[in-house]
Structure formats: structure tokens, C-alpha cells
């Protein structure tokens, strides 16, 4: 089973028009942190956003918002009066304690992406 | 933008020809990790390091190592490369430890191989 689903392949919307990215994840453990992170055409990876599993309160920076609920283990990304630059692949990632991964070790924090999802503005 | 460079940025070779990735940091970070991305699979974690010589397997392992004989230099080789392992390769470093630390990630190493 997946650990990181982001069910939405593909969206386009027009500009303007507000967006939500859809991140749904699966863990047994009780401290985790998820990510989301955003690559543009040009192919780089940056990073967006952090939130840890006890701080449930809604994140906003501009035209982006994000939702975590615990009760559905969701991770939601929304982007409003989306504009062109918006256009790129986003990433949700999970990364968990190495206890919960039956791991241990420092080496053992790792991240775990969804397969992204691929927004397209268009003019 | 974390100082974080990978050489080449595109490579073509043939299949069977060993192949080396360099990642080269700045950033004095202790944690480095090779990533490939494949269109519907997101990022893949190959290998990581935890420090000069401490490196263990990722979920995609198979067919690759990695070096890390100093802080700044996290090397991933294709011994004998395959046409499966045509991807885009990512470098990522981070600087604590703990599974709340962002990775930072380099511009990526297109490798197609024939």
C-alpha cells in the first residue's frame, strides 16, 4: 500500500480560479512530519512547506494554504487565484520516525513521496 | 539556494559503460541522499549517507553504489548501466538529524542509456 497517495494525476484549471491538491497519507506512528514540495518546468525541487503530527492548525503564506487533519490523514495544498507561474508538479511527502519503519539509526529518516501531481494554469 | 551542485547535468551512454554521479555540497550538511524520478513514481530513494563513510540502501538499491570519502561529496555509480536505469537523478542534503528536517535538493542529472 502506498504511504503517500496523491490520487490526482493531472489538473488544469484557469487562472484565477482557486486549487486544491489532494495528499492522503498512512502511518502507525504518532510523530511524523509531511512535506510538500513543488517542481516547476525547469525541473528543480523546492521545498514548500513542513508540518508535524501535533500542530493541526491551518498554514497560510500568500496565495497557499494548506489543511492537515489527522481525522482523515490528509495533507491538502490549496492555491488561490492560481496564476501561470503556479504551473508545475507537486509533491506531498511523509517522513516518519525509524521506529515506525522498523528501523533504526540515524540513517533512518527518510522521505517518502507521493507521485505527484501535475497542475497546469492556463491563461 | 542550498549550495548543492550535480555533475553532469546530462549524460548519454551506452548500456554496459559505468557511469558516475557526483553531488557536491557546501553546505557542510551531514545527511546526503540519491534520488531517481521516474514519470509515475514520484522520487525514489536510491542510497543515503549519514556521514564520511556511513551509507546505507534506499527502496531502489539494486544496480547502483555510492562513496562518500568527504562531507561535501556523495558519489552515485552505475557499475555496468542498464536501459532501466535511463532516469533523472537527484541529490538532496540535509543538516540535523530527525524526521522533521526538510531535504534540500540539487538541480538534477538527466542519464539516458542506450
Known amino acids: 500500500a502506498q504511504k503517500v497517495t496523491q490520487a490526482q494525476t493531472e489538473i488544469s484549471v484557469v487562472e484565477k480560479e482557486d486549487v486544491t491538491l489532494d495528499c492522503v497519507y498512512e502511518t502507525r506512528d504518532t510523530t511524523y512530519y509531511l512535506f510538500w514540495y513543488k517542481q516547476p518546468p525547469s525541473g528543480e525541487l523546492v521545498f514548500l512547506i513542513r508540518r508535524n503530527s501535533f500542530d493541526e492548525q491551518n498554514e497560510i503564506s500568500g496565495r497557499y494554504s494548506w489543511n492537515f487533519q489527522k481525522s482523515t490523514s490528509s495533507f491538502n495544498f490549496t492555491i488561490t487565484a492560481s496564476q501561470v507561474v503556479d504551473s508545475a508538479v507537486y509533491f506531498c511527502a511523509l517522513s516518519e520516525a525509524p521506529s515506525a519503519r522498523g528501523r533504526s539509526g540515524a540513517g533512518s529518516y527518510q522521505l517518502t513521496f507521493g507521485k505527484g501531481t501535475k497542475l497546469s494554469v492556463i491563461p | 539556494d542550498a549550495g548543492i551542485t550535480q555533475s553532469p547535468r546530462h549524460k548519454v551512454t551506452e548500456t554496459g559503460t559505468p557511469v558516475t554521479l557526483r553531488c557536491h555540497q557546501t553546505e557542510n550538511h551531514r545527511y546526503m541522499y540519491w534520488y531517481r524520478q521516474d514519470p509515475g513514481h514520484g522520487l525514489r530513494l536510491i542510497h543515503y549517507s549519514y556521514g564520511v563513510k556511513d551509507t546505507d540502501k534506499g527502496e531502489v538499491s539494486d544496480g547502483y553504489s555510492v562513496s562518500r570519502s568527504k562531507t561535501e561529496d556523495f558519489l552515485l555509480t552505475l557499475e555496468s548501466a542498464t536501459s532501466s536505469q535511463t532516469s533523472v537523478y537527484f541529490c538532496?542534503?540535509?543538516?540535523?538529524?530527525?524526521?522533521?528536517?526538510?531535504?534540500?535538493f540539487g538541480d538534477g542529472t538527466r542519464l539516458s542509456i542506450l
Open positions: 538532496a542534503i540535509s543538516g540535523n538529524i530527525g524526521p522533521n528536517q526538510p531535504q534540500h
